[in-house]
């Protein structure tokens, strides 16, 4: 692998780690308010509706 190409694959993974964290940054408070914050309970999803066990 010459320079160039390793340099490159550097720059790829900084942007896909970018993206990574921009996602979670992004997305965390729809995460505290229907995962963390949400009913505690055991969900089944049936092809009609949802069941609570």
């Known amino acids: ?25 992004d997305t965390f408070t729809t995460e505290v308010t229907y995962i963390w914050l949400g009913e505690k309970s055991l969900r089944v999803n049936d092809s009609s509706d949802t069941k609570v066990l």
């Open 1 to 25: 692998m010459s320079a160039t190409e390793s340099l490159a694959t550097g720059y790829v993974g900084i942007a896909g780690f970018t993206v990574l964290i921009w996602d979670h940054i």
